[in-house]
């Protein structure tokens, strides 16, 4: 089985987030990454499992707005021009039998601001008026100010969310009586 990782970063937090999900995918799948800006959407159908994330601004998803302001707060200048509002705008649907998952970055205080919104839970309910349901609830990973730094011990979390991920889908595709072998090391792919 295959993944594919989807994300969006401006000041690094969110790619290492996305990098720690797909070190923890790789220990039961085959998985790939791409940043938001280079992710064609017709790759979507080469995986079983698509993984989103991106982080929060404005408890939501970027804006072009939003990405120019976070160029002012010290993102590179090559920050996003296309975010993964935009993209999943594209996305005009999601190939059956593909698993989706998302996630986040956000500040971590005052951490009550994410109840009320944040990028992964703005994913999770675009797919859902797509008719796409997660895999797993969407998971947040928090960092310290704006530019970050992840707080410690979040890239752990994420490597063993990866994990997570990896093993519902395999054990939800043997559920439905796909048969698994063992192929390279660290892989398991269906048959």
């Known amino acids: 089985m295959r993944a594919l990782v989807v994300y969006e970063s401006h000041f690094g937090n969110t790619m290492d987030v996305a990098h720690a999900v797909l070190a923890g995918l790789r220990r039961r799948l085959e998985a790939e990454i791409l940043d938001v800006m280079s992710a064609p959407i017709e790759l979507v159908a080469d ?32 920050a996003n021009t296309l975010g993964m509002a935009e993209w999943l705008n594209r996305l005009e649907r999601v190939p059956a039998g593909c698993a989706v998952a998302t996630f986040g970055t956000a500040v971590a205080k005052p951490r009550f601001i994410a109840a009320l919104g944040t990028a992964a839970g703005a994913i999770e309910r675009h797919l859902r008026r797509m008719g796409v349901r997660t895999l797993l609830p969407a998971q ?8 970050g730094p992840l707080l410690g011990g979040e890239e752990t979390r994420a490597t063993d969310w990866g994990a997570s991920l990896a093993d519902v889908l395999l054990a939800s595709a043997s559920d439905c009586g796909v048969v698994l072998t063992s192929g390279r090391p660290g892989y398991q792919g269906a048959r």
Do not use: I, M, Y
């Open 47 to 78: 995986f079983d499992l698509l993984v989103l994330g991106a982080p929060t601004h404005a408890l939501g998803l970027s804006r072009p707005e939003s990405r120019r302001d976070a160029v002012k707060q010290g993102a590179p200048n090559d």
């Open 140 to 147: 947040q990973f928090w960092v310290e100010g704006v530019a």
